[in-house]
């Protein structure tokens, strides 16, 4: 089960960082002392690997240093739901994991494998956190899921100096980016770089564009499969899409290009030695693949603009995140709870946003914790669309639609990409895709 934070955790963070890869062996960390967990352990279970996982690291050393508890965390790898699953049918749950999806965090809870949060921790998030947080932690009622580290995933990573020939500044909404977008063209680059061998970034895409257009009420809809993929809202943002899709000149190397093209390679042909484009959308870990990767100063020859407002919508903001959950098969259910708790407090988030890497939907984290302006921007723009924010649709959706190579959603919109000439048939081919999926 693949998602946008995992992948970059498993592939573009190890690639740049030279990372160990996922499913590496499990960390321990030391507590004691007279501590109200000396002498316990905690075991936790997550996706991230590679710097991301160094990161979390420092996060667990602080909670031993406060608790005295010691730290076990093991790298699941790409599919969270098995490795837990698999765990807990052997008799050896973790007492925390760390869930990357909505779906996922609700097919545990429906499984019955995990403890609902302590009054402490919804006592956290009521006042620490946008009620759209907990919304997309709970399930029938009752908070499941703390979201510790989130991802903005409505921003277009652009080169200034792409711009800056072409005569153009970041657009104020989504007819003046196409006409930037031309403006770029015909200065001799692509427009866009489009990571269309990855249909994970097709998704965000159309979600950036259907939450704007369709507005808050009806994503809601749609993510929850309570109106049919065929509506014309979904229509009408698939023809959106799909103009900048076949216009001549704005994906660098075409549609079939385009096709050829996986999510570090997009980040490549904007901010790599050989520029072929001048701007990339996709979410604020761009950041971190034009720093490591290609040397580029974020917020000097690396910015970003939010995805802007399409029609007479409002800028959307999209997001993902990971989710601390407490699994009842763990064998430590007091430091569990324990670990969950400190994950919702400030101190916790800045720990990880001094090291970099790193966003919080934690209200009552102070942005200077933030090493640089520009990921301070989109903490800040993240925190200020308070509910407005929206999880991943996809990441909502049952994972054989929503999250699955090669089948779904993905390979749909790649489809689209390939040939967007007709609109309402790609929205008949997801409809029956999500009919099948959502019924099994």
């Not at 002498?39 to 406060?66: I, M, P, R």
């Not at 932690?137 to 277009?156: E, M, Q, R």
């Not at 974020?298 to 903001?317: C, K, N, Q, R, T």
């Not at 933030?370 to 993240?382: E, N, V, W």
Request: hydrophobic share 40%; charged share 20%.
């Amino acid at each position: 089960m693949r998602r946008r934070t995992m992948l970059l955790s498993c592939t573009t963070v190890a690639l740049a960082l030279g990372a160990t890869a996922c499913g590496g062996a499990p960390v321990t960390t030391a507590g004691g002392g007279d501590k109200p967990l000396s002498g316990q352990t905690v075991s936790v279970a997550g996706a991230w690997s590679g710097a991301e996982q160094k990161n979390f690291q420092k996060v667990l050393d602080a909670f031993s240093a406060k608790t005295g508890a010691k730290t076990l965390f093991t790298s699941t790898g790409d599919n969270v739901s098995t490795v837990v699953g698999s765990k807990i049918e052997g008799g050896n749950a973790p007492d925390v994991a760390l869930v990357p999806q909505v779906g996922v965090l609700q097919q545990f809870a429906k499984k019955g494998w995990l403890k609902p949060l302590s009054a402490s921790a919804n006592q956290a998030v009521d006042t620490n956190y946008a009620d759209v947080w907990k919304t997309y932690g709970s399930v029938d009622g009752s908070l499941y899921g703390l979201y510790f580290k989130a991802a903005h995933k409505s921003t277009v990573w652009y080169s200034p100096a792409a711009l800056t020939q072409a005569g153009v500044k970041p657009p104020k909404n989504y007819k003046e980016m196409l006409a930037s977008a031309r403006t770029v063209s015909d200065s001799g680059l692509s427009a866009f770089a489009v990571a269309g061998e990855d249909g994970w970034t097709l998704t965000d895409w159309f979600e950036n564009i259907y939450l704007s257009q369709a507005g808050p009420e009806k994503y809601d809809q749609l993510a929850a499969y309570e109106i049919k993929w065929t509506d014309p809202s979904v229509v009408e943002a698939l023809t959106t899409l799909g103009a900048l899709f076949s216009e001549k000149g704005l994906i660098a190397g075409g549609q079939k290009g385009a096709l050829g093209t996986d999510f570090p390679g997009s980040v490549e042909q904007v901010f790599g030695p050989d520029p072929e484009a001048g701007m990339v959308y996709e979410g604020d870990f761009v950041a971190g693949v034009a720093k490591d990767q290609f040397g580029r100063t974020i917020g000097e020859d690396a910015d970003f603009f939010p995805f802007p407002a399409v029609d007479s919508g409002e800028a959307p903001v999209v997001s993902g995140g990971d989710a601390a959950v407490v699994l009842k098969e763990g064998g430590n259910q007091k430091g569990a709870m324990a670990l969950v708790e400190y994950l919702a407090t400030p101190e916790a988030a800045g720990v990880w946003a001094e090291a970099g890497g790193f966003i919080s939907p934690n209200t009552k984290l102070d942005l200077a914790k933030y090493g640089d302006d520009t990921t301070r921007r989109i903490a800040q723009s993240l925190i200020d669309a308070g509910d407005s924010a929206r999880f991943d649709m996809s990441d909502q959706a049952p994972a054989a639609f929503g999250g699955t190579k090669g089948t779904g959603e993905w390979k749909l919109l790649q489809d689209f990409l390939r040939d967007p000439s007709d609109p309402e048939a790609t929205a008949r081919r997801l409809e029956a895709a999500a009919a099948k999926a959502y019924r099994g």
